[in-house]
Each structure stands twice: as structure tokens, then as C-alpha cells.
């Protein structure tokens, strides 16, 4: 069956160290992967975008990787702080069929002062 | 520039009745997807509609119904409500119907059956 796992449920770091989250899927051909942030009571707000044949993409201390062999996504925030502390969200979209995106459970962050 | 909106925030409706929830996309984008997120859970894809057709069906019952109007917004339709329809519905916009482009999700609609 297919699935989207992320690494855990919650992930606890200190403030500076560099949080890094895990997204795993299994029968799933993606073109491309997008993780999302999403705070309490809010919508999903869009964070980066990789596609199949990138290795890595940065966005100011967010840093993407995505592993087609592996079938896994890492996602990095390097000096965190508590302001980062959200529910990060992967999420896939596949190379045919529908336009949508299919998204893993997420996981929530907590940056500790 | 206005983002993503949806009405109404939230809503409480009983077992067996119906509910029509309304998104308006940003300006310029012409395709809307709806998605049923469960509290734990990451959303779920509902429908997408681009240019007023429907592109795309997630695997929700015919209860669940949705149309794109001639300015892009869109209305989610949820029929003969059951408990297990209460979830927070997510409408999102982006340029175009495919699937390497950015969602801007609005703040989405809570709904509750009791």
C-alpha cells in the first residue's frame, strides 16, 4: 500500500542546533516534493519545492534533499529558534494522474529557548 | 494582496444535514483544490478544479461535491452529513493545474458534526 511516513510524531531541539525532519514513502513515484509549515488553526504555507532529479535545494536556513533510491526526503532548519516551531508537512506530487498533492502526517516542532 | 479566503471560519452542523462551504482563490490563479484535514493527520485531497472543470477526485464519497464558478471561486458541497466528516477543510489556489506549482492554502473552514 502506499504510504508517506515522517519521522515522528513531535521532535524537541534547542535553540541553534539544526532541526532536521525525515519523510519516507513507499509506492510512490513523485516528481516532485514539497514541504509545508502549518501552525495551530491555520492553513499549510508553502516552504520549498524539489523535483526528482534535484539533489538538494536552500532557502535561507532551510535546506531540502530529496533521494529518489532512498525514497526519503530530509528537510534541515539549521539555527533554529522558537519561532520555527510549527508542524512541518511533506507532501508529494506524483509524475501522472491527478494534480494533487499527497501529504504525510507531519511532524511538530518545538525549538526550546 | 489578499491571500486565500474562506467562509465561514467555522461552522457546527447535526448528523444528516448538509453544508456549503465557499473559497475564494487569489487573484489570477484559476485553479482551486479542497482538501479534509482530520486533527493528527495531514491533508487530504477532495477536488481540484481548473478553468471550471474538474481535473481531479480524491476517494470521498458522491456526498461530497464541489463547483469552480466563472471568477474561480469555488464551493465545496458535503451531503447527508456524517460525524466523521467533521475536520478542518482546506481550499488552495495556485497558478495553474499542475502539480510542480506551490499551493496557497487559505485558513480553512472547521467544521464539526454532532
Known amino acids: 500500500s502506499q504510504k508517506i511516513e515522517q519521522n515522528s510524531e513531535a521532535l524537541n531541539i534547542q535553540e541553534g542546533k539544526t532541526a532536521t525532519l525525515t519523510c519516507n514513502y513507499t509506492n510512490y513515484s513523485p516528481a516532485y516534493l514539497q514541504w509545508y509549515r502549518q501552525d495551530p488553526g491555520r492553513g499549510p504555507v508553502f516552504l520549498l519545492l524539489i523535483r526528482e532529479n534535484e539533489k538538494e535545494k536552500r532557502k535561507e536556513r532551510l535546506k531540502v534533499t530529496f533521494d529518489t533510491t532512498l525514497k526519503q526526503s530530509l528537510f534541515h532548519i539549521t539555527a533554529s529558534q522558537p519561532a520555527d516551531s510549527a508542524t512541518y508537512l511533506c507532501?508529494?506530487?506524483?509524475?501522472?494522474?491527478?494534480?494533487?498533492?499527497?501529504f504525510g502526517t507531519g511532524t511538530r516542532l518545538t525549538v526550546i529557548p | 494582496d489578499a491571500g486565500v479566503t474562506q467562509s465561514p471560519t467555522h461552522l457546527i452542523k447535526t448528523r444528516g444535514q448538509h453544508v456549503t462551504l465557499r473559497c475564494s482563490p487569489i487573484?489570477?490563479?484559476?485553479?482551486v483544490s479542497w482538501y479534509q484535514q482530520v486533527l493528527g493527520q495531514g491533508p487530504q485531497f477532495i477536488f481540484q478544479y481548473y478553468e471550471k472543470e474538474e481535473r481531479g477526485r480524491g476517494n470521498f464519497p458522491d456526498r461530497f461535491s464541489a463547483r469552480q464558478f466563472p471568477n474561480y471561486s469555488s464551493e465545496l458541497n458535503v451531503n447527508a452529513l456524517l460525524l466523521g466528516d467533521s475536520a478542518l477543510y482546506l481550499c488552495?489556489?495556485?497558478?495553474?493545474?499542475?502539480?510542480?506549482?506551490?499551493?496557497?492554502f487559505g485558513p480553512g473552514t472547521r467544521l464539526t458534526v454532532t
Open positions: 488552495a489556489s495556485s497558478s495553474g493545474p499542475g502539480s510542480s506549482r506551490e499551493q496557497y
Open positions: 507532501a508529494l506530487a506524483l509524475q501522472t494522474g491527478a494534480n494533487n498533492l499527497f
Open positions: 487573484s489570477g490563479h484559476k485553479s
